[in-house]
């Protein structure tokens, strides 16, 4: 029996992607949350910056942005500061920027409505997860590697697509690559929502206890 409830743990951590070994704390006064919200404070900046067509500051802005969500991870699993606020902070200010650049690129008719409406989508499909997640009494799921790998890819996608407004060939060249990152974002982002979906409906379903299906 408690072999088989200790195999049901390993799994389900598995499932949720938190490692056996890792410690989530709740602590709020962390180096990693401090450039979170640092990060979070930079999205109104930037949204006016598009606004404004300020394109440098705004791409400076993108890049900052981009440094500091390598390095608040980096430093909570060096620092040994993994925390729930922080797991919670960090996609919140990705998914933020993700949506406040689309808009404001979307505004400017650098990319066409039906990337913003593609990646809304998704967004909204997710947050339908949450109360589900919750009644079940688990949080909101880790952020898993494809979804970090399309967030990367987004980010970098961005101020490409803003560095295709410029004339020449910088501009054509920024407009192919720009795109190239943007189809592969939208792809894996969607291929994440997929997984997180199939990792709820693990989650919740009913496990069967074998003890009960052998007496049965």
Same mark, same amino acid.
């Given at each position: ?23 989530? +704390? +709740?602590?709020? *006064? ?5 450039? +979170? ?20 500051? /705004? ?31 960090? !996609? @919140? /200010? ?7 650049? *689309? ?27 949450? !109360? ?9 799921? !880790?952020?898993?590697?494809? %979804? ?6 987004? &980010?970098?996608?961005?101020? &490409? ?6 004339? %020449?060939?910088?501009?054509?060249? @920024? +407009?192919?690559?720009?795109? @190239? ?10 291929? /994440? ?20 299906? /052998?007496?049965?």
């Amino acid at each position: 029996m408690k072999t088989a409830t200790g195999r049901a743990r390993r799994t389900e951590q598995r499932t949720v992607g938190v490692a056996a070994d890792q410690e989530v +704390s +709740s602590r709020i *006064l962390t180096i990693p949350n401090v450039i +979170s919200l640092l990060r979070l404070a930079l999205v109104p900046v930037f949204a006016v910056l598009i606004v404004r067509g300020n394109d440098e500051w /705004a791409l400076a802005v993108l890049a900052i942005s981009g440094a500091s969500d390598w390095l608040d991870g980096i430093l909570a699993r060096r620092l040994d500061q993994v925390t729930k606020l922080g797991q919670m902070l960090d !996609p @919140a /200010a990705d998914r933020l920027f993700i949506l406040v650049t *689309l808009v404001g690129l979307a505004w400017r008719d650098v990319v066409p409505l039906w990337v913003l409406v593609v990646i809304l989508l998704r967004d909204v499909t997710l947050l339908c997860l949450l !109360p589900v997640l919750t009644r079940h009494g688990y949080g909101p799921l !880790p952020v898993s590697f494809v %979804g970090k790998a399309a967030t990367f890819a987004l &980010l970098y996608a961005f101020p &490409l697509l803003l560095l295709a407004e410029a004339p %020449g060939a910088l501009g054509a060249t @920024a +407009s192919i690559i720009g795109w @190239a990152f943007t189809g592969w974002g939208v792809g894996l982002y969607w291929l /994440a929502g997929v997984q997180y979906i199939r990792q709820t409906r693990q989650l919740v379903a009913p496990r069967t206890d074998p003890q009960e299906t /052998a007496a049965g």
